[in-house]
Structure formats: C-alpha cells, structure tokens
C-alpha cells in the first residue's frame, strides 16, 4: 500500500511540473490578451474622440457658412444696398478655408498656417461699422430684420464653431489664427447686424429689466 502511495505521488509531482508552465503561459497568455483588448479599446475611444472634435468642427464652419450666407441673401432682396454683403462673400471664402484645414487634419500631419491679415481685415471692418453706429445700449435683443437676425443666428454659430475648434488648436493640430478669426468674426457678425438693421430701418430692440417695465 505504501508503495502505491509512494508512486502516485510521483506521478502527481511530475504532471505538477510539467503543467505548471503551461498553466502559468496560459494565464500570461490571459493577461496580454486582456492588456491588449484594453489598449485597442482605448486607441478605439481615442480615434472615435478625435473624430468626433473633428466632425464637430467641420460641422459647425460649415453651419456658420450657409447662415452667413442666408444673412447675404436676405441683404439683397431689399431695396437699399447693405455695404457689408461683399465682405459676408469674403467670409465665407475664408471660413471654406478653415473647414478645409480641418478635413486635412486626418491625411495629414502638417499645419496648415492662417493669415493673420485676415484677422487684421476684420478689425478694419469692425471699426469702420462701428463709427457709423450709435454705442449700443445694454442689451440688443436680437431682431431687427431679417438681414439683421439672420447675422445674429450667424453670430452665434460663430461662437459654437469657436469652441468647436479649441480642442485641435490646443493639441496642435489646427493653426490658433484660426481661433483668432472665428473670435473676432463673431463681434463683426454683431456688428453688421445693427447695421443690417439701420439700412432697413429697423429699431433696435432693448433688453429692458422687470423692474423697469412694471414702474412704466
């Protein structure tokens, strides 16, 4: 009997050995896959991140565009002849500009630069309008036309595409000039559009406070 014992311990400490490396591969094996899966998974939510920002940022330019161009129709159809609707058509040529930079943005690595004239251009113009216009008291309320509310819808688009751009220009993908452009443009969009609205001869609709209204 003890003899017995004696080979079956053998045997057992044999298999033991011989099944202990396959046994730890197989884990190793395990644990590689499971670290591989969750890289893939994370370089998977990374790309779809990034596509996503980029999407986005195609989107909204896009979106900017056709309003600014909505605005520019609108400016025609009146009888008096809005200044600012070449300048709009110059937008949007600038504003196709960008959009293209952020579709490249996948095929290449390289960063497309932006004109700082183009920023400059736009400080011209605001500051032309804007020495045409009375100071602009409290709030406008949007309005005014609509040539001059299409602008305003316009403008704050601008500001979606703005932000929508922030990521790529501070991971280095996209030129900070173009950040630049979308911010002043949107304050040249506020800009024409009280001037839309003076060539039409619109008032101008002030924000007036609660308290206000119920003393009147």
Same mark, same amino acid.
């Given at each position: 009997?003890?003899?017995?014992?004696?080979?079956?311990?053998?045997?057992?400490?044999?298999?033991?050995?011989?099944?202990?490396?396959?046994?730890?591969?197989?884990?190793?094996?395990?644990?590689?896959?499971?670290?591989?899966?969750?890289?893939?998974?994370? *370089?998977?939510?990374?790309?779809?991140?990034?596509?996503?920002? #980029?999407? @986005? !940022? +195609?989107?909204?330019?896009?979106?900017? &565009?056709?309003?600014?161009?909505?605005?520019?129709?609108?400016?025609?159809?009146?009888?008096?002849?809005?200044?600012?609707?070449? *300048?709009?058509?110059?937008?949007?040529?600038?504003?196709?500009? #960008?959009? @293209? !930079? +952020?579709?490249?943005?996948?095929?290449? &690595?390289?960063?497309?630069?932006?004109?700082?004239?183009?920023?400059?251009?736009?400080?011209?113009?605001?500051?032309?309008?804007?020495?045409?216009?009375?100071?602009?008291?409290?709030?406008?309320?949007?309005?005014?036309?609509?040539?001059?509310?299409?602008?305003?819808?316009?403008?704050?688009?601008?500001?979606?595409?703005?932000?929508?751009?922030?990521?790529?220009?501070?991971?280095?993908?996209?030129?900070?000039?173009?950040?630049?452009?979308?911010?002043?443009?949107?304050?040249?969009?506020?800009?024409?559009?009280?001037?839309?609205?003076?060539?039409?001869?619109?008032?101008?609709?002030?924000?007036?406070?609660?308290?206000?209204?119920?003393?009147?």
């Amino acid at each position: 009997m003890e003899l017995i014992k004696h080979s079956w311990r053998r045997y057992l400490l044999v298999y033991n050995s011989h099944l202990s490396p396959l046994v730890r591969q197989r884990a190793e094996s395990k644990i590689i896959q499971k670290a591989f899966v969750s890289n893939s998974s994370e *370089k998977k939510s990374d790309k779809l991140t990034d596509d996503d920002v #980029i999407f @986005n !940022a +195609i989107g909204a330019t896009d979106e900017l &565009s056709s309003y600014i161009g909505l605005a520019r129709e609108f400016a025609c159809e009146t009888t008096v002849q809005h200044p600012y609707v070449d *300048k709009l058509k110059r937008v949007q040529m600038i504003l196709f500009d #960008i959009n @293209n !930079a +952020i579709t490249r943005i996948q095929k290449s &690595s390289k960063i497309n630069s932006f004109k700082t004239k183009h920023t400059q251009d736009l400080e011209e113009w605001i500051t032309e309008y804007a020495n045409q216009l009375p100071p602009p008291e409290d709030y406008i309320i949007p309005g005014g036309g609509k040539a001059s509310a299409s602008l305003h819808v316009a403008r704050t688009i601008c500001k979606r595409a703005e932000r929508s751009i922030t990521p790529l220009v501070y991971n280095g993908f996209l030129d900070k000039e173009a950040q630049n452009y979308l911010h002043r443009l949107s304050e040249f969009l506020f800009t024409v559009s009280r001037i839309a609205a003076k060539c039409d001869q619109r008032t101008e609709s002030i924000y007036i406070p609660p308290a206000e209204v119920q003393d009147k």
